[in-house]
């Protein structure tokens, strides 16, 4: 049992293909965390069921009282409604997720998208300590950022800062999934990499015969992983994709610092992973493009919680909901 008086939080962050439950205490220390990493096949209502029978078993222990709930949601959200807006997700589209939690866990509960919330907790816990302000860019199947001044999510006039994915930077780019031509989502996303994978293999086969093993052997199952996997083994052809993505990637970066001008800009979400395969090509190209020749000096750096971003930052969002301070914040 803990001494003294702690409040403890659940978070939650429910993306496309996964789900996780984590019990935290005030200071943003992670206690537990239930996950799976698989949808299956019982969508909305089977991952709801398994989000509830997992927070349960943090709720109903005897030793702590958990306070109140944050759910991050890999997608768009009504912030008013506190219910799923995405269109893209099956089953989702005016979920009242947040009203769920509370009838179904006895919670308290705010609800944010995943860009936002992994804004939050990258501020909070991971490598946007110390800055005042920062922009934390998620790099998944799709791209987001979330906008984090002075402690506290910007959120614009509609609540919808940070669509930096739907920022068109061509004119020759494919049709986007939000409507749109040639949105930086299109050419460096993960379902992008992907793509460009799967071109390489049917026009250069013969050079990206390692990408395509690391795939089960089937072109048309190139992931951004096994692209990403290639390249750290040093695969020319691999590294070559991901330069194209960083290409991209950057130009939006420049857009970022020369607009907004954070302290940080954190990259994020699963292609981050890729670390500096993909770091060191962004931030080569943005001294190309002439960054630092006018007095920019933002940091461009990769997250310190990884895939844990958005549930660390869901948790921030349970203990600003009940007032509790994280340890070291000013008063």
Not at 12 to 26: A, E, N
Not at 97 to 103: I, M, P
Request: charged share 20%.
């Amino acid at each position: 049992m803990r001494e003294g008086l702690v409040n403890y939080v659940i978070g939650i962050d429910i993306g496309g293909t996964h789900f996780r439950v984590g019990l935290f205490d005030q200071d943003g220390g992670r206690l537990l965390v239930s996950e799976d990493a698989t949808l299956r096949s019982g969508g909305r209502d089977w991952m709801l069921q398994q989000v509830r029978e997992r927070s349960r078993v943090l709720t109903e222990r005897a030793d702590y009282t958990v306070k109140a709930c944050g759910v991050s949601f890999g997608g768009p959200v009504d912030l008013g409604r506190q219910q799923v807006s995405s269109i893209h997700a099956p089953g989702w589209a005016s979920f009242p997720l947040a009203k769920w939690v509370r009838e179904n866990l006895n919670l308290e509960c705010c609800l944010d998208n995943d860009a936002n919330a992994g804004g939050l907790g990258e501020y909070r816990y991971g490598a946007g300590r110390g800055s005042h302000s920062m922009v934390y860019v998620t790099v998944s199947t799709g791209i987001g950022s979330g906008l984090i001044c002075d402690g506290k999510i910007f959120r614009g006039k509609d609540n919808l800062a940070g669509e930096i994915g739907h920022i068109p930077v061509s004119d020759s780019g494919g049709v986007c999934s939000c409507g749109g031509r040639g949105c930086l989502e299109t050419f460096c996303s993960g379902t992008a990499i992907a793509r460009r994978g799967q071109d390489w293999a049917s026009r250069r086969p013969e050079q990206v015969s390692r990408i395509v093993e690391l795939s089960g052997g089937r072109a048309g199952k190139i992931t951004a992983k096994s692209v990403i996997q290639a390249a750290a083994e040093g695969n020319m052809a691999a590294s070559q994709i991901l330069r194209e993505s960083a290409r991209w990637l950057a130009r939006a970066l420049l857009i970022i610092i020369r607009v907004v001008n954070p302290d940080r800009i954190v990259l994020g979400g699963g292609v981050a992973q890729a670390g500096g395969v993909l770091l060191d090509p962004v931030r080569e190209f943005l001294e190309e493009l002439g960054s630092p020749s006018i007095g920019y000096t933002t940091e461009i750096v990769l997250s310190e919680l990884g895939i844990y971003s958005p549930l660390y930052g869901a948790a921030a969002m349970a203990l600003d909901l009940i007032g509790a301070a994280p340890a070291g914040a000013d008063s």
